[in-house]
């Protein structure tokens, strides 16, 4: 009954940004640990940033630093992913996760750990 539903993806100009949105239903990101990963074909499935709802800590790979950036909502019901100086290696299927805490925001970002899974937003960027 727990449900993770992303919005916001879209086509985009190189250099270009967009916001991600990931809204919960059936519960709040209360003691979760919500991560945004990304699939592209022939490509790894990648943990692109994290952040866990008990301290608000967060991880992202040297892929996305400084061009990516992950928050939460007042309700802790939606996450966010707002992503600046888009490349065309970004291009992608961008889906949400969420995993009970303790489990640390690299651990989830590197391991692609998740026990609830959206069903993704395409964003792709276009040269």
């Known amino acids: 009954q727990l449900q993770l539903v992303e919005s916001g993806g879209g086509l985009v100009q190189p250099g270009g940004s967009l916001r991600l949105s990931c809204a919960a239903s059936g519960f709040t990101f209360d003691y979760y640990v919500i991560g945004w990963f990304r699939q592209a074909p022939g490509k790894e499935q990648e943990g692109v940033s994290c952040?866990?709802?008990?301290?608000?800590?967060?991880y992202y790979p040297d892929s996305v630093k400084g061009r990516f950036t992950i928050s939460m909502d007042n309700a802790k019901n939606t996450v966010y992913l707002r992503m600046n100086s888009l490349k065309p290696e970004d291009t992608a299927l961008y889906y949400c996760?969420?995993?009970?805490?303790?489990?640390?925001?690299?651990?989830?970002?590197?391991?692609?750990?998740?026990?609830?899974w959206g069903q993704g937003t395409q964003v792709t960027v276009s040269s």
């Open positions: 996760a969420a995993v009970p805490i303790p489990t640390t925001v690299q651990d989830m970002c590197v391991m692609g750990l998740g026990g609830y």
């Open positions: 952040i866990s709802s008990s301290d608000g800590s967060t």
